[in-house]
């Protein structure tokens, strides 16, 4: 199974612990249909090119005994879009607020080092507590 295939069956279980159906967790912002789960796409919320060119990449992988491979397919580093809110979200045409973040992003930011990702390319602060954002 590839680091791709992985990480999609991780964010899938993932979001089936925040939400009861799993739709697009940037619903709320409107301009995406109800979807079949199998039309959302998994999505990583740190870049996987931000993950590869880290600089402390090396330092995390020995620390923590994991590969780049892991690293990549970590589902708490995930969330649920659909096509469109997808491509908005590549194309730098939304700003994602850093509370509508799944809690588990932060949790792989502290872990991996890379808060400072989180800091600079949402908008916010993160989520208090350990509530859940419903999609």
Known sequence: MTAQQRHREEVIALAAFRMPKPVCELAHLGGCEERFPGDLESDHVLEQRWIKSHPQRAAVEAELGKTLDDLLADGRNGWLLCGHHNRLKMESKIRIIRAWL??????????????????????GPPLGGATPIQG
């Open 102 to 123: 799944p809690p588990s992003v932060e949790e792989f930011a502290v872990e991996t080092r890379m808060q400072g990702r989180l800091e600079r390319h949402f908008v």
